[in-house]
T-cell receptor, first 112, second 119 residues
Framework: KQEVTQIPAALSVPEGENLVLNCSFT??????LQWFRQDPGKGLTSLLL?????REQTSGRLNASLDKSSGRSTLYIAASQPGDSATYLC???????????FGSGTQLTVLP | GAVVSQHPSRVICKSGTSVKIECRSL??????MFWYRQFPKQSLMLMAT?????????EQGVEKDKFLINHASLTLSTLTVTSAHPEDSSFYIC???FGGGYLSYNEQFFGPGTRLTVL
């Protein structure tokens, strides 16, 4: 059974700092990996999707990398802003049913 | 493109009543839809997977008679929480997946969620 772990569970940084969020998964046979953002009481916003054949994806100040063989992904946020404060969820699609398995998330607070 | 809507966004009901939540794919045909549940400060847990025209597949521990799922068309799935109780209060999120074309074969597109509060 696929398990996804995110470290750290919570992170507080001053504005302007670069930061890295970590995600690991137990079964490397994935179709893709996706990073989401969730604001309190809201739904999910998809940030980046990396196909299993890709190594990284970039969108603006966000860069996500994937090392499928080691079961790891990182989300790099450059020049963090208070508006980046949210919970970041990592999820992988795997298995015959191609289901998404979510990590427990990293709650990020960027202090002004 | 790839927009998924949910209705209602928020519902408050009395214990014992049934509540229906709709999930619609607005600009694509969803061969598969998923229902997730999220408790406060926790991640999303998959409840069930439904394919259009067939019975839903429920995850272990999810009561089929409590959470009725219908996927009658390629753009609509409904989740009915029957005889709701306070412990059913949660945030319910649906997602939809398209089988091919310009959208990624595996990517799921998420609705905005429904906040259910059972008094």
């Amino acid at each position: 059974k696929q398990e996804v772990t995110q470290i750290p569970a919570a992170l507080s940084v001053p504005e302007g700092e670069n930061l890295v969020l970590n995600c690991s998964f137990t079964d490397s046979a994935i179709y893709n990996l996706q990073w989401f953002r969730q604001d309190p009481g809201k739904g999910l916003t998809s940030l980046l999707l990396i196909q299993s054949s890709q190594r990284e994806q970039t969108s603006g100040r966000l860069n996500a990398s994937l090392d499928k063989s080691s079961g790891r992904s990182t989300l790099y946020i450059a020049a963090s802003q208070p508006g980046d404060s949210a919970t970041y969820l990592c999820a992988v699609i795997s298995g015959s049913a191609r289901q998404l398995t979510f990590g427990s998330g990293t709650q990020l607070t960027v202090l002004p | 493109g790839a927009v998924v809507s949910q209705h209602p966004s928020r519902v408050i009901c009395k214990s014992g009543t049934s509540v229906k939540i709709e999930c619609r794919s607005l600009d694509f045909q969803a061969t598969t839809m998923f229902w997730y549940r999220q408790f406060p400060k926790q991640s999303l847990m998959l409840m069930a997977t439904s394919n259009e025209g067939s019975k839903a597949t429920y995850e272990q521990g999810v009561e089929k008679d409590k959470f009725l799922i219908n996927h009658a068309s390629l753009t609509l799935s409904t989740l009915t929480v029957t005889s709701a109780h306070p412990e059913d209060s949660s945030f319910y999120i649906c997602s939809a997946r398209f089988g091919g074309g310009y959208l990624s074969y595996n990517e799921q597109f998420f609705g905005p969620g429904t906040r259910l509060t059972v008094l």
